[in-house]
């Protein structure tokens, strides 16, 4: 028999943030987050967005051992801008068990009807910056740091099998890059220079501080049409650039400014630390910080993060601009390979961007829904 019972102890925070390990131990593609961050996710004294969500948690034990775990959230902010009475499933987490998995799932329908919503979507976190999806196709692939679910293939079965249907597919760009940078992206650069804009490069992390609550304004403004995204006021940024801002490179991050020194567009890559994050297994100490400092340095690819253009100028060229700014830091600093992060399969703009270099769509996940 199967029993749930909802995180409400830091005994069981802690429990529902380590089984993943768990679970994954022998899953030989997936990343261990640190520890440490998740803290920063789910304590609800760390992670502002709780703050104008409803949420819920819980732990499934089957013959005394926990063996799933699940989490539900209402974004009341992006319902309410959406017009949508959404519950969201995430950080679902369990065996091959259709008993376990189903008690889950059903859990998250229950609270989600008793809070008067009428749709069931995820895996959806708090926000799109958050792991979203279940792995699709691509499972021998590895994975890197930031991007979304490395899921069991049963995970897929289980939620077609709970009557769920695609809401939504997400891709996943592998692009070799070039030794010269393709004369297409060279010539638009210029003819982008010449209208005004001007590219902006840091080498010290102190120099790009000052554009953190710029940068995020822009994501704000430019993020309404990305599924699942719901704008970050001030805190929010702070914690989350507090995250992820130690492990930048400050050569992989490119702004644009236009004739009147207005900040328009930016684009954030960082070379792969997957392999500082496995060896690290979840721990920053004793050794894990120099596990992924390594993996920085001996990186052969770069991760796109971030990037956004304003949207009364997307047509101007300014990623040609940012991308040449960004192909020239990646070959001085040995790397071959880009990838394009999760790109949703509606975003042909992006998708067209990646799909003029010598590419591949090597993993896809999908976001699912169903009525309640």
């Known amino acids: ?24 131990k022998n899953h030989k593609e997936w990343l261990p987050p640190l520890i440490s961050d998740e ?12 703050e104008h969500c409803d949420t819920i948690m819980y732990l499934a034990t089957k013959n005394g051992e926990v063996v799933g775990r699940i989490m539900g959230i209402i974004n009341h902010a992006y319902n309410k801008g959406n017009n949508e009475k959404n519950v969201r499933f995430c950080y679902l987490e369990c065996y091959d068990d259709a008993e376990v998995f189903d008690t889950l799932i059903e859990a998250i329908e229950v609270w989600g009807k008793e809070k008067n919503m009428v749709n ?21 692939d590895p994975m890197t740091v930031m991007v979304t679910n490395c899921s069991f293939k049963y995970m897929i079965s289980h939620t077609q099998r709970n009557g769920y249907q695609k809401k939504i597919d997400l891709f996943q760009y592998r692009v070799r890059l070039e030794e010269k940078t393709p004369e297409i992206y ?3 650069a210029e003819r982008v220079k010449s209208r005004g804009f001007k590219i902006v490069e840091f ?27 719901a704008p970050l006021d001030e805190t929010e940024a702070k914690e989350f650039s507090s995250r992820f801002l130690p492990l930048l490179n400050p050569n ?25 994050f496995k060896k690290a297994n979840g721990r920053i100490l004793p050794f894990g910080f120099f596990h992924i400092i390594r993996a920085l340095k001996t990186a052969n690819q770069l991760d796109m993060l971030l990037g956004c253009v304003k949207q009364n100028i997307r047509n101007f ?24 992060h999760v790109t949703m399969e509606g975003n042909t703009q992006m998708r067209a961007t990646y799909e003029r270099m010598n590419h591949e769509i090597y993993k ?9």
């Open 120 to 140: 069931i979507v995820g895996p959806l976190g708090f926000s799109d910056k958050d792991p979203q999806g279940f792995l699709l196709e691509g499972f021998d």
């Open 317 to 340: 060229g300014l990623d040609a601009l940012m991308a040449v700014a960004l192909f020239d830091s990646a070959r001085k600093g040995g790397l071959t390979i880009m990838d394009s």
């Open 203 to 229: 080498t010290k992390s102190t120099e790009i501080k000052p554009y953190v609550q710029t940068v995020f304004d822009l994501i704000n403004e430019t993020y309404t049409d990305i599924y699942g995204f």
């Open 186 to 188: 060279l010539k638009i």
């Open 364 to 372: 896809k996940y999908r976001i699912f829904e169903k009525a309640l």
């Open 1 to 24: 028999m199967i029993h749930l019972r909802e995180v409400n102890t830091y005994k069981d925070l802690r429990t529902f943030i380590k089984l993943p390990y768990k679970i994954h």
């Open 252 to 276: 992989y991050i490119k702004l644009v400014k236009d004739k009147n020194d207005v900040v328009v567009a930016f684009v954030v890559a960082m070379p792969n630390i997957s392999k500082g």
């Open 39 to 50: 803290f920063k996710v789910f304590d609800k004294r760390k992670n502002h967005s709780f």
